[in-house]
Nanobody, 119 residues
Framework: QVQLVESGGGLAQPGGSLRLSCAASGFTFSTTSMTWARQAPGKGLEWLSSISFGSRSTKYADSVKGRFAISRDNAKRMLYLQMNSLNPEDSAVYYC????????????RGQGTQVTVSS
């Protein structure tokens, strides 16, 4: 079955960086577009970024454009999110999911990884 396991979250200072990882199994990762999303306390799921199966196409939400970078390694079945210039509003649980764009299949998301940005 589809399994996505997010990792790499933690505590970061404002202006700092974190790199999130997502390990995929149970499906053909190399032919599947992937997405990162997040959910802050009391808020809905927010789409952040997507990448096509061959990495040719990427897309970002305005809230993270220029600060976050999505990438993938199909040989390792891994998805990444490099997060720079973090601010407290980036604090949330971060998820990876199958699909491309805001309408990705969030039913496939993993348990998430917590990111907290605070001084």
């Amino acid at each position: 079955q589809v399994q996505l396991v997010e990792s790499g979250g933690g505590l970061a200072q404002p202006g700092g960086s974190l790199r999130l990882s997502c390990a995929a199994s149970g499906f053909t990762f190399s032919t599947t577009s992937m997405t990162w999303a997040r959910q802050a306390p009391g808020k809905g799921l927010e789409w952040l970024s997507s990448i096509s199966f061959g990495s040719r196409s990427t897309k970002y939400a305005d809230s993270v454009k220029g600060r976050f970078a999505i990438s993938r390694d199909n040989a390792k079945r891994m998805l990444y999110l490099q997060m720079n210039s973090l601010n407290p509003e980036d604090s949330a649980v971060y998820y990876c999911a199958k699909g491309f764009g805001p309408n990705a299949d969030y039913r496939t998301r993993g348990q998430g990884t917590q990111v907290t940005v605070s001084s």
